[in-house]
């Protein structure tokens, strides 16, 4: 199965599927507004006025016509998560969860999440190793870059933006790592099959993602997730995703449920905000933004251990 189905039901275009029964009374049921009503449409306006920000803002638009990242967002986003980050997996764990991978100046790695490029930097300044970033938002890959450069790491932590969709990199990489990417991928058996050609032999892949787990608890729940979620998302079950990496010849290492880990990294995240807001937070874009960044994880949390995992693979290259 390749995702739950929706309340509205919309067919995706080239997306195969096996379709799964509906609960009785769910068709038709209204999404509940209570998470989306505290998340108001943010002022895109960049805070200092930078029409190229601006600009490449509005390259990436989610189902409503507004943008996915806005400068104004990336700076809420960091106020949560830590500078240079954009989700709960801080820099420093990222770099503890690799260090088996025994990465150095001779070795590569490719970053499928760069995000604002905090992991990519963590990586460069612990390891001393080399960090291709792709990021699929062009704002945030622009404000990476030129994070990147302003600490003199333009060559060992370069990022730039791609589409996941169409992903075909160049070259071989000794780990390749993504976080929270393949649920959002259509074209997962196209997505992982270029990620299996960019390892080298010996190589190794570190995926955390969220997966399908059972039926959902509340279908009005799982159905408000994915109407906060900006983009549509296709999460495949934790079985199939083991399946599959196996299937392209790797060797599966690893596969677990990190659910619980990430629930308690997200609520910690939120109870430390307050002291932020207090300190930092000034009322204007950036507050209008941090709502809208708290709505959706809130809607995350609601369905993570009800419906939805969220786990970690690792998987080597045989020689």
């Known amino acids: ?12 275009p080239g997306l195969a599927e096996r379709r799964m029964p509906r609960p009785v009374g769910a068709i038709g049921t209204a999404v509940s507004p209570t998470v989306s009503a505290v998340a108001p449409a943010p002022d895109t306006t960049t805070p200092d006025g930078n029409p190229e920000l601006d600009r490449l803002a509005l390259m990436q638009l989610d189902r409503h016509g507004e943008p996915v990242w806005s400068p104004a967002r990336s700076q809420g986003a960091q106020l949560l998560w830590g500078e240079g980050m954009t989700g ?5 764990w990222m770099v503890d969860t690799v260090r088996s991978f025994g990465l150095n100046p001779a070795k ?3 970053d499928l999440s760069a995000g604002l490029g905090g992991t990519a930097r963590a990586l460069v300044e612990a390891c001393d190793t080399w960090v291709t970033g792709l990021e699929p938002s062009p704002l945030l890959a622009k404000l990476a ?3 990147s450069k302003a600490l003199g790491l333009s060559k060992k932590a370069a990022i730039t933006q ?3 969709e169409h992903f075909n990199q160049a070259g071989s990489f000794d780990l390749v790592m993504a976080d929270r990417i393949v649920h959002r991928v259509r074209d997962k058996e196209l997505f992982l099959d270029r990620v299996g050609e960019c390892v080298k032999p010996k190589g190794g892949i570190v995926l955390f993602d969220y997966v399908i787990d059972g039926a959902p608890g509340s279908w009005d729940t799982w159905n408000a997730w994915r109407e906060e979620e900006p983009m549509e998302v296709y999460p495949w079950t934790a079985t199939r995703m083991a399946d599959e990496l196996t299937q392209r010849n790797l060797d599966l290492r690893i596969s677990e449920d990190l659910t619980q880990l990430h629930r308690r990294r997200v609520i910690d ?6 002291d932020a807001l207090a ?3 000034p009322a204007g874009p950036v507050l209008a933004a941090l709502k809208r960044e ?3 994880w809130w809607a995350r949390l609601r369905v993570l251990g009800s419906g939805l995992r969220f786990c970690r693979y690792v998987a080597m290259k045989p020689a």
């Open 279 to 281: 300190a930092t937070l």
């Open 88 to 92: 709960p997996e801080d820099a420093q």
């Open 145 to 147: 870059m030129d994070r």
């Open 108 to 110: 590569s790695v490719l």
């Open 269 to 274: 995240r939120v109870r430390n905000l307050a």
């Open 162 to 164: 791609y589409d996941p």
């Open 294 to 296: 708290l709505a959706l």
């Open 1 to 12: 199965m390749s995702r739950l189905p929706r309340v509205s039901d919309r067919k995706m």
